[in-house]
């Protein structure tokens, strides 16, 4: 009963830190006071200081976690708005996105062979590029870890949203399909719920991307020989 109720604890926890974080980031606009960093944030501070396994946490807000794909699969609705736009674009964003994907995929490999990861380490990071849901998935076909592969796509999502501005000031990107993709590929759906600040457009490349670039990126671990020089 006592564990139960933790679980539900942690739930709630969870969703008013991130109420209450939105709700100061409305005032402070600072990147570094967005809900997508301070929360994970809290609760890890929270959880460590209280000793809770992550277990248990997990456990708890497995909702949250199941709500991932109801809430990928709605982003098809601004999609569908500008379906004209997008079918217009459609070669240039297969193009970028394959680029995108390839070196996402590679430079995970790249570093962590570097760091002298372990093997299955090595297999959980590849996918981190790609939204949680869909990461888990293939952390599972490959036979990694799907719990540390979320913590990865958790990883780059954050600094996708902390460096995908940056970038987009640097390279005086104009374009607001530039900016989608950008955020989109580079931080999936973290990057997503971004690039809707900047607009509609903006997120509904963003959206576009992170789901052709899902389906790209696995298409690129396929045709990696069995990752047998991961073996």
């Given at each position: 009963?006592?564990?139960?109720?933790?679980e539900a604890l942690l739930l709630l926890l969870t969703i008013l830190i991130f109420v209450v974080s939105k709700k100061i980031n409305s005032k402070i606009t600072l990147v570094l006071f967005s809900p997508i960093i301070v929360t994970p944030?809290?609760?890890?501070?929270?959880?460590?200081?209280?000793?809770?396994?992550?277990?248990?946490?997990?456990?708890?807000?497995?909702?949250?976690?199941?709500?991932?794909?109801?809430?990928?699969?709605?982003?098809?609705?601004?999609?569908?708005?500008?379906?004209?736009?997008?079918?217009?674009?459609?070669?240039?964003?297969?193009?970028?996105?394959?680029?995108?994907?390839?070196?996402?995929?590679?430079?995970?490999?790249?570093?962590?062979?570097?760091?002298?990861?372990?093997?299955?380490?090595?297999?959980?990071?590849?996918?981190?590029?790609?939204?949680?849901?869909?990461?888990?998935?293939?952390?599972k076909t490959l036979h990694g870890n799907p719990s540390l592969t979320a913590v990865f796509v958790m990883i780059t999502g954050l600094s996708g949203v902390v460096l995908g501005p940056l970038l987009i000031r640097l390279l005086s990107l104009?374009?607001?399909?530039?900016?989608?993709?950008?955020?989109?590929?580079?931080?999936?759906?973290?990057?997503?719920?971004?690039?809707?600040?900047?607009?509609?457009?903006?997120?509904?490349?963003?959206?576009?991307?992170?789901?052709?670039?899902?389906?790209?990126?696995?298409?690129?671990?396929?045709?990696?020989?069995?990752?047998?020089?991961?073996?």
């Amino acid at each position: 009963m006592k564990h139960l109720l933790l679980e539900a604890l942690l739930l709630l926890l969870t969703i008013l830190i991130f109420v209450v974080s939105k709700k100061i980031n409305s005032k402070i606009t600072l990147v570094l006071f967005s809900p997508i960093i301070v929360t994970p944030l809290m609760l890890i501070i929270i959880l460590e200081c209280f000793h809770i396994p992550y277990g248990t946490y997990a456990s708890g807000t497995q909702l949250l976690t199941y709500m991932l794909g109801p809430a990928t699969v709605a982003f098809a609705v601004p999609m569908y708005k500008f379906q004209d736009l997008l079918k217009q674009h459609l070669k240039e964003m297969i193009i970028s996105l394959s680029i995108g994907s390839f070196f996402a995929v590679i430079t995970s490999i790249l570093l962590a062979l570097l760091f002298r990861l372990s093997k299955i380490m090595v297999i959980s990071i590849i996918p981190r590029s790609v939204t949680t849901p869909i990461a888990m998935e293939y952390a599972k076909t490959l036979h990694g870890n799907p719990s540390l592969t979320a913590v990865f796509v958790m990883i780059t999502g954050l600094s996708g949203v902390v460096l995908g501005p940056l970038l987009i000031r640097l390279l005086s990107l104009k374009s607001p399909i530039a900016k989608g993709l950008l955020m989109g590929m580079g931080a999936h759906g973290t990057g997503t719920s971004k690039a809707f600040e900047l607009g509609e457009l903006e997120g509904t490349f963003s959206s576009l991307a992170m789901i052709i670039g899902a389906f790209i990126t696995f298409i690129w671990i396929l045709l990696l020989p069995n990752l047998s020089f991961l073996m």
